[in-house]
């Protein structure tokens, strides 16, 4: 009886978490479907981090810093889209970009958070109030 309660949690959870991870990415989409339709370039990423990579090569490029500053996470994500050059680099960019603010929801709705927040509904609730805060 133990095994057949433990599977079926198991098996929620399979469903859970790519659910979770498909209505987040609806979610963030939705607040700028721009960034995905027509991607440019935001600030820094293609005039620092995307021209480094691209210039002197992602593996070199990834040990610099700028003013002081080590960079891992942009410079990571030059380092992934140099490669599909520069017409296509900034929607990698974004699909990254994507990827790293949904990350937080998996990890809420995952188990590995059930020892902080036993609930499921709290964390969902957590999830939808990190998901859904105005101006992010």
């Known amino acids: 009886m133990h095994n057949v309660i433990e599977s079926r949690k198991r098996e929620s959870r399979l469903v ?3 659910l979770a991870a498909a209505l987040s ?3 963030v989409i939705s607040r700028r479907p721009d960034a995905f339709t027509s991607p440019q370039f935001f600030a820094e ?3 620092r981090w995307f021209s480094d990579a691209y210039n002197l090569g992602p593996w070199h490029a990834i040990w610099l810093s700028w003013e002081g500053y080590f960079q891992l996470l942009s410079r990571l994500a030059a380092l992934v889209e140099a490669p599909f050059g520069a017409s296509n ?4 960019f974004n699909i990254l970009g994507l990827l790293v603010q949904i990350g937080p ?5 995952s188990g590995r958070f059930q020892p902080v927040v036993p609930s499921v509904l709290c964390r ?3 999830s939808a109030v990190y998901l859904l805060m105005p101006s992010t």
């Open 16 to 18: 859970a978490i790519p």
């Open 105 to 109: 929801v998996l990890y809420f709705i």
């Open 25 to 27: 990415c609806a979610i």
């Open 45 to 47: 990423d293609g005039a």
């Open 89 to 92: 680099a900034p929607l990698v």
């Open 124 to 126: 969902a609730a957590i």
